[in-house]
């Protein structure tokens, strides 16, 4: 295991399962290379809520918000293969093509890394940080440029992978950062995806965050609710010295999960700690670079 942080590619993929804060940590990420280099990109898929929810509500004017739909991103990816955007459009409007597209969703996938290649090619020296499709999708998606690769041996397809593989997959290229949860199952189910990856895409994380890692308590607090509660005078600590019992288990737990994530982990996981609402992306630059890990 490592003690540092390796420095961070020009693009900056943030992954990690459904609800722990993989868009949040992906604006702060780019909000610090913003306040560093003066710009920084930030792509999302889908409609793009949730980062220009972020965006808006911070006003992070020098961060560009990039939005990718994947059937807007197989139109962009396909026009170089078919050597004109009319052409591109009337095959891809095809109802044989159409069928073909959603039957073979890799690509769509292929696609979308090609759109993310673009705009780091559209915007050289500056940091772009994706926000990509939760864990297990993520794998496949990493992987899909590399086996299209092979598959298609030559051929406008086979440069197309080949450009992904090479401007965007390749080491040094891209970085990828990992984002989890303290609780043990999703801990363990996020080891296990670093793991794979660096089986099955040869890529090495460069960031494992832990985020929202329970606070401790105030020194004292549950040994004094527990003393109050026992003289039996103060019926409203019932539930005060409950929560803190349920918060203090919590913390013992998540101690418990660290430890094993710094001993099977290639790297030293980044904590960032609760919050009673959702950081700001300031918040998590002031939290990231405390660690080192901007």
């Known amino acids: 295991m490592t003690t540092g942080h390796p420095p961070l590619a020009q693009v900056v993929m943030v992954t990690g399962k459904g609800g ?46 990039v939005v990718i739909a994947p059937q807007d991103a197989v139109a962009r990816a396909a026009v170089p293969l078919f050597g004109s955007a009319i052409l591109a459009k009337a095959v891809l409007g095809n109802f044989a093509f159409k069928r073909f597209l959603r039957a073979t969703p890799a690509i769509r996938e292929l696609a979308m890394l090609e759109c993310v290649r673009m705009v780091a090619s559209d915007h050289p020296g500056v940091r772009v940080v994706v926000d ?47 984002v989890t949860l303290p609780e043990r199952l999703v801990l363990h189910e996020t080891l296990e995806l670093c793991e794979a990856m660096e089986k099955q ?13 329970p606070v401790a308590l105030p020194s004292r607090a549950l040994d004094d ?23 203090d288990a919590a913390l013992t737990d998540a101690d418990a999960a660290l430890e094993d994530a710094l001993r099977r982990a290639h790297l030293a996981p980044v904590v960032l700690p609760a919050a009673p609402v959702d950081p700001t992306p300031a918040e998590v630059v002031r939290w990231l670079r405390a660690e080192g890990a901007a």
């Open 132 to 178: 990509m499709p939760a864990t297990g999708h993520g794998i496949a998606w990493l992987r899909v440029a590399s086996q299209l690769r092979d598959f298609t041996e030559k051929g406008p397809l086979f440069e197309l992978t080949d450009r992904v593989c090479k401007e965007l997959l390749a080491p040094g290229r891209s970085s990828i950062v990992v």
């Open 225 to 247: 609710a527990r003393a109050i509660a026992a003289r039996g005078e103060t019926p409203a600590i019932v539930p005060l010295l409950r929560a803190l019992e349920a918060r």
């Open 20 to 65: 722990v804060g993989k868009t949040t940590v992906a604006v702060g990420l780019a909000s610090a290379a913003a306040s560093k280099d003066g710009r920084a990109v930030v792509v999302e898929f889908g409609d793009g809520e949730s980062g220009r929810r972020l965006l808006h509500r911070h006003h992070e004017g020098t961060i560009e918000h």
């Open 201 to 213: 895409v040869g890529v090495r994380p460069s960031r494992l965050l832990v985020n929202r890692f």
